[in-house]
């Protein structure tokens, strides 16, 4: 069963419905039994790194994720705000700590400095160098972005980047662990499959 981790923060419905389009069977949970039990997990989020992070501690989240991630190697695949909380660090709301599963900081987006409004929000090409999870994804296909911070590795993992005023991170792969800083569920056709692809073990 893939569990959707739902921290009530952002529109997680609009997760389960793409899910529930393309045939996949899950559940919405924000308790840690259901972490320890998942065959995949999918972890969206729209919000604040520091509110998000602070919500995981109080219900013990925080703890059952590593477990399930890092231990048994439970494949998990983060959106936005989601892939944003598998780094060491995030500024948002103030420095905080993360789930520290990829070493990364996660800061304001550089585009800012160049004189890009902020939150960076539309279409924008993806470069992901034919990764698998992207198979049937034509190398520079456009996924929906909304955000104002980016992930920025400290480590040697695989990535995918877009460019708005500066060339940014907007995909990681570490393991079983993976990343989307563009929204899935919001994607349309492109969005749809590659969400599929990691139900189906293309990754």
């Known amino acids: 069963m893939i569990t959707v981790i739902d921290l009530k923060i952002g529109n997680i419905n609009s997760v389960s419905r793409a899910l529930k389009y393309i045939g996949i069977e899950h559940i919405l949970s924000s308790n840690p039994v259901d972490i320890?039990?998942?065959?995949?997990?999918?972890?969206?989020g729209v919000?604040?790194?520091a509110e998000a992070m602070k919500r995981m501690?109080?219900?013990?989240?925080?703890?059952?994720?590593?477990?399930?991630?890092?231990?048994?190697?439970?494949?998990?695949?983060?959106?936005c705000l989601g892939m944003q909380l598998f780094a060491s660090i995030g500024e948002e709301g103030g420095k905080t700590e993360g789930l520290d599963f990829i070493k990364a900081r996660v800061a304001y987006h550089r585009a800012s400095g160049l004189g890009f409004r902020l939150p960076h929000i539309g279409w924008n090409e993806v470069?992901?160098?034919?990764?698998?999870?992207?198979?049937?994804?034509?190398?520079?296909?456009?996924?929906?972005?909304?955000?104002?911070?980016?992930?920025i590795p400290e480590e040697q993992?695989?990535?995918?980047?877009?460019?708005?005023?500066?060339?940014?991170?907007?995909?990681?792969?570490?393991?079983?662990?993976?990343?989307?800083?563009?929204?899935?569920?919001?994607?349309?056709?492109?969005?749809?499959?590659?969400?599929?692809?990691?139900?189906?073990?293309?990754?």
Not at 36 to 44: G, M, V, Y
Not at 69 to 77: A, D, Y
Not at 157 to 174: A, L, M, Q, W
Request: charged share 25%.
């Open 57 to 79: 501690r109080n219900q013990g989240l925080d703890s059952a994720l590593k477990q399930a991630v890092l231990s048994r190697k439970v494949p998990i695949l983060g959106i």
């Open 127 to 151: 470069e992901h160098n034919d990764l698998e999870i992207f198979d049937s994804v034509p190398e520079k296909s456009c996924f929906y972005f909304v955000h104002s911070y980016e992930f």
């Open 36 to 44: 320890d039990k998942a065959e995949k997990l999918i972890f969206p």
């Open 157 to 203: 993992i695989e990535t995918g980047h877009t460019n708005y005023g500066v060339d940014f991170v907007s995909f990681v792969k570490k393991n079983n662990i993976i990343g989307t800083q563009f929204h899935l569920e919001k994607s349309q056709g492109v969005g749809l499959k590659v969400l599929s692809n990691f139900c189906e073990d293309k990754f």
């Open 47 to 49: 919000g604040s790194f």
